[in-house]
């Protein structure tokens, strides 16, 4: 997964929440927006993990570490 793929995902995730928060806004759910923002938010830190993860195994290969 390239960058500008991950940076566009993250993007999307975040205006979905946003669009989806508004619409909750104009029906009188604002108790539930929250609870969006925390979805939206755990999904990407999800997907920042999954890059984390492997960017550590890319840098364990380059430099022979831990066997």
Excluded: C, P
């Amino acid at each position: 997964m390239t960058g500008i793929e991950t940076i566009f995902k993250i993007a999307g995730v975040g205006i979905l929440a946003a669009v989806i928060n508004s619409i909750l806004d104009k029906s009188d759910k604002r108790e539930l927006t929250t609870f969006v923002t925390l979805t939206a938010l755990i999904i990407v830190l999800v997907m920042v993990i999954n890059m984390l993860s492997g960017l550590l195994d890319t840098v364990q290969s380059l430099f022979n570490l831990y066997g």
